[in-house]
């Protein structure tokens, strides 16, 4: 076909797009008007082993939290098997707010956080886990129901052997992965500049962890009976039950894994109908919403996200030691200059590495595993 037939034949096909497909896909991809989709709140996560523990030191003399945080550590590192490990220190609010919490303390939070409720968990002694629950005011909240609702347009890329369509599906769905990873980056950031642990380091290659907590207020998560696959739930990853873990004494929950094809962090999405979430629990001391009641009620499942997170660490550990592989792999033996400055980058990597990897390999070995039952 000549090249001017096929440009003709690409721009009648995107007016077919234009005029008739982006329409109804538009309407089927958008919420129901009486749906709300929101981020109300993330979990992120930093840890603290052997080698990084001085940072938090610092990290907790810089934010005023030295009596609480130092206290609760040096415990811990005492504790015996069995014990409780998990320390609830409440909520850091903005130096700019007008209103506080009982007991809260203040600090320079990002733009679109009113509050982070800080915890402290240790099931082993050298992986001291920071657990962050970042809450989002309104414009951060909504921002998925917002890429949802808005028109998209179907375009032509120029490939090497003429042109590609990017539909408006596929706009969408990379809008809300953009922006789920934003949120995500909002709430890493804040933690490398204030807590500077193992996932702020260049010791490993992921970003900190992270448990996003989605609600709706219409639909059921993984109840699409229709089987569509261009829906707004399908396009939210909340279509289809693969991975996804529910626990009976937390009704109307699930939680399911991330299964994002190269993505930069290890996360999971807590999800539910807002009005099913525990709806049988008395939640009238929680909250004055039903959502901050949600909220507060779910404080204990720190614990269970925190086990996650061990083996989120775990996993990056064994990275590293396929990474500190690869660069033995590398040393040339016939260059003997070249091969002096790898192995002398291997010695300080692998020097740093066993402060982190081997005191955690040895006391997960030891942990008696009825402390790590309680999920």
């Given at each position: 076909m000549p090249k001017e037939d096929k440009v003709k034949k690409y721009d009648k096909d995107l007016d077919y797009y234009l005029s008739v497909r982006d329409p109804k896909t538009n309407a089927e991809t958008a919420p129901p008007n009486d749906e709300k989709v929101r981020i109300p709140a993330i979990w992120a996560f930093e840890v603290f082993p052997p080698a990084y523990i001085e940072n938090f030191h610092q990290s907790i003399n810089r934010l005023g939290l030295v009596d609480e945080f130092q206290a609760t550590l040096c415990d811990m590192h005492h504790r015996v098997a069995g014990w409780r490990d998990w320390t609830n220190f409440g909520w850091i609010i903005d130096n700019s707010a007008?209103?506080?919490?009982?007991?809260?303390?203040?600090?320079?939070?990002p733009n679109g956080v009113h509050s982070i409720r800080v915890s402290l968990l240790q099931f082993i002694p050298s992986a001291t886990i920071l657990v962050c629950q970042f809450n989002f005011?309104?414009?951060?909240a909504n921002i998925l129901e917002n890429k949802l609702r808005n028109v998209y347009k179907t375009f032509k890329e120029k490939t090497k052997d003429g042109y590609s369509f990017v539909s408006v599906e596929c706009q969408k769905k990379d809008s809300i992965n953009l922006n789920?990873?934003?949120l995500n980056k909002i709430?890493?950031?804040?933690?490398?500049?204030?807590f500077a642990g193992i996932y702020a380091s260049d010791l490993i290659r992921e970003e900190h962890p992270t448990c996003i907590f989605l609600t709706l207020e219409k639909e059921i998560p993984f109840m699409n009976n229709d089987c569509k696959w261009n829906n707004y739930m399908s396009l939210l990853g909340i279509d289809n039950d693969f991975d996804v873990w529910k626990n009976e004494?937390?009704?109307g929950l699930y939680l399911k894994l991330s299964r994002e094809e190269k993505s930069v962090r290890k996360s999971?999405?807590?999800?539910?109908?807002?009005?099913?979430i525990l709806k049988n629990e008395d939640l009238n001391f929680y909250g004055e919403t039903k959502e901050s009641s949600v909220l507060n009620f779910l404080q204990d499942l720190d614990y269970t996200l925190g086990l996650w997170v061990l083996s989120a660490l775990l996993d990056s550990y064994m990275y590293k030691i396929t990474d500190l592989q690869d660069l033995y792999g590398k040393i040339d033996i016939n260059n003997l200059s070249q091969s002096i400055s790898t192995i002398t980058e291997l010695d300080r990597q692998i020097i740093k590495s066993q402060k982190n990897i081997l005191p955690f390999v040895s006391e997960a070995k030891c942990t008696p595993p009825q402390k790590l039952d309680r999920i």
């Amino acid at each position: 076909m000549p090249k001017e037939d096929k440009v003709k034949k690409y721009d009648k096909d995107l007016d077919y797009y234009l005029s008739v497909r982006d329409p109804k896909t538009n309407a089927e991809t958008a919420p129901p008007n009486d749906e709300k989709v929101r981020i109300p709140a993330i979990w992120a996560f930093e840890v603290f082993p052997p080698a990084y523990i001085e940072n938090f030191h610092q990290s907790i003399n810089r934010l005023g939290l030295v009596d609480e945080f130092q206290a609760t550590l040096c415990d811990m590192h005492h504790r015996v098997a069995g014990w409780r490990d998990w320390t609830n220190f409440g909520w850091i609010i903005d130096n700019s707010a007008t209103q506080t919490f009982p007991h809260s303390k203040t600090a320079q939070l990002p733009n679109g956080v009113h509050s982070i409720r800080v915890s402290l968990l240790q099931f082993i002694p050298s992986a001291t886990i920071l657990v962050c629950q970042f809450n989002f005011e309104e414009d951060l909240a909504n921002i998925l129901e917002n890429k949802l609702r808005n028109v998209y347009k179907t375009f032509k890329e120029k490939t090497k052997d003429g042109y590609s369509f990017v539909s408006v599906e596929c706009q969408k769905k990379d809008s809300i992965n953009l922006n789920r990873e934003y949120l995500n980056k909002i709430c890493s950031t804040w933690l490398k500049e204030n807590f500077a642990g193992i996932y702020a380091s260049d010791l490993i290659r992921e970003e900190h962890p992270t448990c996003i907590f989605l609600t709706l207020e219409k639909e059921i998560p993984f109840m699409n009976n229709d089987c569509k696959w261009n829906n707004y739930m399908s396009l939210l990853g909340i279509d289809n039950d693969f991975d996804v873990w529910k626990n009976e004494k937390l009704q109307g929950l699930y939680l399911k894994l991330s299964r994002e094809e190269k993505s930069v962090r290890k996360s999971l999405l807590l999800t539910g109908n807002i009005n099913e979430i525990l709806k049988n629990e008395d939640l009238n001391f929680y909250g004055e919403t039903k959502e901050s009641s949600v909220l507060n009620f779910l404080q204990d499942l720190d614990y269970t996200l925190g086990l996650w997170v061990l083996s989120a660490l775990l996993d990056s550990y064994m990275y590293k030691i396929t990474d500190l592989q690869d660069l033995y792999g590398k040393i040339d033996i016939n260059n003997l200059s070249q091969s002096i400055s790898t192995i002398t980058e291997l010695d300080r990597q692998i020097i740093k590495s066993q402060k982190n990897i081997l005191p955690f390999v040895s006391e997960a070995k030891c942990t008696p595993p009825q402390k790590l039952d309680r999920i």
